[in-house]
């Protein structure tokens, strides 16, 4: 997973959400320790204070704790990450609905088309 | 210890009755990282040289870390020119040297590492480096400092993507923490991730001065975007 930034939003938003995304998918496990605000900064060529501001904001969510000497962790609550990828997941789906509204399907043909599709996919 | 790193206050500068600074009220915080921004001709590089003591005012005050620019604030300032001050005919070893000579807060080590890494030889003579290599080494120097502010003037100017890329990464990577950074150029776009706050620059005067996430919230758009608009010719 690379770190990429739209243009219209605020980077510290984007970043959040990105670290979610590796976080519900394993790339930070649950309970192990984050890398350091500055590796982290280094690696998605940000500022370390917009780093900084974009995981306060998780803690403030609960995905992240920190411990006062040792840096920061990602949460041990397994219910938590599960919420968050439930709630991701549904704003997902809604968006997909959304756009096939647009182009003119309703819901049970929106879903449907999405099953052919991923059939053949698999062949 | 000064809140504010650098303060200007009414701060004007004049050459031969053209004003380059326009009285200028500024002050810039201590553990950012600040893009001064604006085109050609605007006034940052007057602004950069007159907080590295290298220019005079003409009329108003600009402080560094509380102190007029001078002997004493030089040691606080780690200051990239925008045009080459070293001699050609020096090696990356000598120039290392020098630094260490000049300045008690330069790491040497860290400097040697950042050369090693890059391939660069301590008997490499400046000369024979491609102007690319030759701003990186620069900016290695000038990192390699630990100041309470760095004032890089056009760091990324006449460098390849890759290349902006490489100093931009090396910059975050080696600030001394709670110093401000002061990065003047044009090239928006390649800067924007790295920084905290945005001075928009035009005809002498400051006419932005906003932090970059407060623009893309508010504005709905890049600092690049809006830089366009602001400059639109």
């Known amino acids: 997973m690379t770190w990429q930034f739209s243009e219209d939003r605020a ?19 649950v309970g192990t320790r984050l890398p350091s605000v500055r590796e982290l900064a280094a690696e998605a060529s940000v500022n370390p204070n917009t780093m900084q501001r974009a995981l306060a904001d998780l803690e403030r969510e609960g995905l992240l704790y920190s411990e006062r000497t040792s840096g920061r962790y990602v949460t041990e609550d397994c219910e938590k990450i599960r919420q968050i990828r439930h709630g991701l997941a549904q704003s997902v789906a809604k968006e997909f609905f959304f756009r096939m509204e647009q182009l003119g399907y309703t819901r049970p043909q929106a879903l449907k088309l999405a099953e052919e599709t991923e059939e053949q996919g698999n062949e | 210890m000064s809140e504010m790193i650098l303060t200007c206050k009414q701060l004007a500068k004049g050459y031969g009755g053209k004003l380059a600074l326009n009285y200028v009220d500024l002050s810039l915080p201590r553990g950012e990282i600040i893009g001064l921004l604006g085109p050609n001709g605007s006034g940052k590089t007057t602004l950069i040289k007159l907080a590295a003591g290298i220019l005079t005012p003409t009329s108003g005050e600009i402080l560094v870390a509380g102190e007029k620019p001078g002997v004493h604030t030089k040691a606080l300032v780690s200051y990239l020119p925008e045009r080459s001050y070293l001699n050609d005919w020096m090696s990356a070893g000598q120039i290392v040297d020098m630094f260490h000579d000049f300045y008690s807060d330069f790491d040497a080590v860290k400097a040697c590492e950042m050369l090693d890494r890059l391939g660069i030889s301590r008997r490499d003579k400046l000369k024979t480096m491609s102007k690319g290599t030759k701003e990186k ?18 760091p990324i100017g006449g460098v390849d993507p890759a290349a902006r890329d490489y100093i931009l990464d090396t910059i975050i990577s080696n600030y001394a923490e709670n110093s401000t950074v002061v990065i003047s150029t044009h090239l928006i776009a390649d800067v924007e991730r790295v920084l905290d706050r945005a001075l928009f620059i035009s005809g002498g005067k400051i006419v932005i001065n906003s932090a970059v996430d407060d623009i893309r919230e508010k504005e709905g758009k890049s600092v690049d975007a809006l830089f366009r608009e602001v400059f639109k010719c």
Do not use: H
């Open chain 2, 137 to 154: 080494v620069q900016l290695i120097l000038v990192m390699s400092r630990s100041a309470q502010l760095y004032l890089l003037d056009e």
């Open chain 1, 11 to 29: 980077i510290y938003t984007q970043i959040a959400e990105q670290v979610k995304l590796r976080i519900i998918a394993g790339i930070y496990p």
